[in-house]
Structure formats: C-alpha cells, structure tokens
C-alpha cells in the first residue's frame, strides 16, 4: 500500500488541493414542497449558482489550487461494471424505497448510462416521467402519490465540506443528521475505494458512516497539528466526538487535544464553522453569540481512555493556552450590530474559506464583515453570492481541501 495522498493539518495552511462539486439539475428539482425535507430555505437560480461557483473555482485555480470535482471523481470510479453495479446497489437501498418494481426499475434507469451521464442522473434524482418503464409490481409501487420523484434529488451536494473531512493523513467518513444527505457519504467511499488516485493507498478512517451517532464535516476544525475544535450541534453529537477522539488517538497522529464546543442546536449556528473560522494563525472569524457562555470541553488521550474537561475560561483564554499563542483577535460578525450581524450570520459571513495564512474567500453579500476582515490585516478574495447562499453554506461549506501545506 502507497502512503495516504491526504495531507491536512490547519485551517489556513496554504490549500494545494480541493474537492468541489459543481451545482447541477439537482438543484432545480427542488420545489417548493421539497424544500424542508431537503434542508433548503429557498431554491437558487441554477444558471447563476453555476456562475458564481465557477468564480469560486477561479479564484482557486489563480492561486494555485488544484480543483477536483466530486463528480468527476465518482464517475471515475465506477468504471468497474462490478463496482458500479454495487453502488447502484447501495445508493438506491439507502434511499430506502419501499417498492420493489420501483428499486428495480431504477436500477436498470441508471445501468444504461455511462458513468458520468450516470452519477449526473443520480445527484439530479429522477422524475417519474423519466423513468417511462417503470414496473409497478408491489402493493407499494401501486399506491398513487403526489411527489414528482421517484429517486429524490440531492441539492447539499455542493456543500462538500460535509459527508466527510481530511484530517491529518485520514478521513472522517461522516454519518449525517438526515437521511436525505447520508446519501451522500456513498460517493466519497467509493471514490476512497475504487478511484486510481487513492485505491492503492492506505488512508485511514477515523469514524465511518455506519455509526450510529452522527457527525458533519462542518463541525470539524483543525486549529494546529495538535489541536482539533469539534463542534456538538443541530448536526453533530457528543458521542460522536468521542469515537472520533478514540480513534484518532489510537493511531499515533499529531492530534493531542481536541474542543468540544458547545453550540445552540438551531438552523442560524447549524454548524461550528457557520459561527466561527480560523483566518490567520491568531485570528478567528466568529458570531457574537456563541461568545458567552458557551460550554467548550477539552479531550485529551488518557492511557487507553479520555481525560474529558470543561474549560471555565473565556474563549480567547482557551484559543490562546490551548494554540500557544501571545494574543488573540477576535473578528466578530459585523462587528456584533444588532442588525447588521445576525443577518450577515444567515448568509454565512463567520463562514470562510483559508486558502493561505491570513487569505481568505468570502461571500460579496457580507460586507461589513469584509471590512472588518480587511481592517484587522486579512486579504479578502470576494465571490459573487446571491444564489448559492441561499443554501445556507458559505466559502468553507463549499470546499473540502484535501492537501494543505505545513504551517
């Protein structure tokens, strides 16, 4: 086995490597009436969410970073027709469709493509209009229905940052919330798995998506090559960071301590890096009310066990002891006006992507943040916004870096 390809040890380590995934038709199958089931407060406009990501993608590019695609990876893949029957397999099982004739329907839907026309077809979900044959063979086949799809879409995919994360040499392969996004996970074990660039490689995983306890990449943060902040959220649970702190500890990684960070469960702090992003090596993008109080727990290896503490400290207390640093500045969300942040928090604006120490992509719609930003000796690269936050995921949602430089 090859050494991993994975290499990601900070938040701000100059990015090298990042997986993307271009918005597609599954966004424009939302409606209306699918909105809450899929986790959307709205529907972008597709023409001008694809614009805006290719700017995303471009300014990554003009600094150097290699941009992969999730879809093209999976596609890759799946040239095994063994391989691809499997995940045909496991994709429309956890989909969970009660009829038969309608499972197997699909999967001879999706067989007659190719691999890319295939994994298009299933990030889009299928209407049942597209799906002409489709044998109606068990009582629930019969049952009539009002929803449009037979297979739904899945329209989070362009936040990658989610179905699982780098850390170290390894991954997090995450179980998530929802059923409608744990989908999304099988695309990443299986490029894990089967795609040239990684198959022969040894790439370990710190926790696997058939845990029982979920875990989302956006509550995972790597401070230092020491220090992990894991946030317990509306989409990640206490449990879950103790396997993860387990198994990293076990395999002898650099990771010595882990922040457990305490975090309202509500649409608006979703996730740890919606409401706080490290920007330089001592600042930190944050939203006003996670401040205080705030509960933050530090893990540490104990023997075959964890030593599990709580931190009574202000933040910048645990930012500074715990990272080793002089001074901390923190970089408040608009700068905590009582307008002014708590929307620009909506539309992600503590949400930043480091693509080098104290350089970091921004949404444009958060001005007054970005100013801050700029004030406080950070260089912004603005991305144009208006339709893919309306997903509720900024810059850092978008991205899951794959190699960083050493800081």
Not at 40 to 48: G, K, T, W
Request: aromatic residues 8%.
């Amino acid at each position: 086995m090859n050494p991993s390809p994975l290499k990601v040890s900070s938040e701000i380590g100059r990015l090298k490597t990042v997986l993307l995934h271009r918005p597609g038709k599954e966004v424009e199958n939302l409606t209306p009436d699918l909105m809450e089931r899929l986790l959307f407060d709205d529907i972008p406009y597709l023409e001008v969410a694809r614009q805006e990501h290719d700017a995303f993608a471009e300014i990554l590019t003009d600094n150097g970073v290699e941009v992969l695609y999730l879809e093209n990876l999976a596609a890759e893949s799946l040239t095994d027709v063994f391989v691809r029957d499997s995940f045909v397999d496991d994709f429309i099982s956890e989909a969970r469709i009660p009829g038969r004739g309608t499972r197997e329907s699909l999967k001879d839907y999706f067989l007659s493509f190719d691999p890319r026309d295939m994994v298009d077809r299933m990030m889009a979900g299928v209407r049942w209009h597209e799906m002409a044959d489709a044998r109606r063979l068990s009582l629930a086949d019969k049952l009539s229905t009002d929803d449009p799809f037979a297979i739904d879409p899945l329209p989070n995919l362009y936040f990658t940052r989610d179905p699982f994360a780098t850390m170290g040499s390894g991954i997090t392969l995450n179980h998530m919330r929802t059923d409608t996004r744990n989908r999304e996970t099988l695309f990443a074990k299986y490029i894990f798995e089967n795609h040239p660039r990684f198959a022969d490689c040894e790439i370990p995983i710190w926790f696997d998506r058939d845990e029982l306890t979920s875990l989302e990449g956006g509550d995972e943060l790597i401070l230092s090559p020491k220090v992990l902040a894991i946030g317990i959220s509306q989409r990640t649970d206490a449990a879950s960071v103790e396997t993860l702190a387990n198994n990293i500890f076990r395999d002898g990684q650099t990771f010595e301590t882990i922040l457990a960070f305490n975090i309202p469960k509500k649409r608006a702090f979703m996730h740890l890096d919606t409401v706080f992003t490290m920007v330089d090596r001592d600042k930190f993008t944050i939203h006003p009310e996670i401040e205080g109080p705030l509960q933050v727990f530090s893990i540490k290896k104990d023997g075959d066990g964890l030593k599990i503490e709580e931190m009574t400290a202000t933040l910048e207390e645990i930012l500074k002891s715990t990272l080793k640093l002089d001074d901390v500045t923190l970089i408040r969300c608009a700068g905590g006006d009582p307008v002014d942040a708590p929307r620009e928090q909506w539309n992600d604006g503590s949400n930043t992507l480091a693509i080098a120490p104290g350089e970091v992509v921004v949404y444009s719609r958060n001005y007054v943040t970005n100013e801050l930003l700029r004030d406080n000796g950070i260089k912004t690269y603005v991305m144009p916004s208006s339709e893919l936050s309306r997903g509720r995921g900024g810059p850092r949602c978008m991205s899951m870096p794959l190699v960083r430089e050493d800081i």
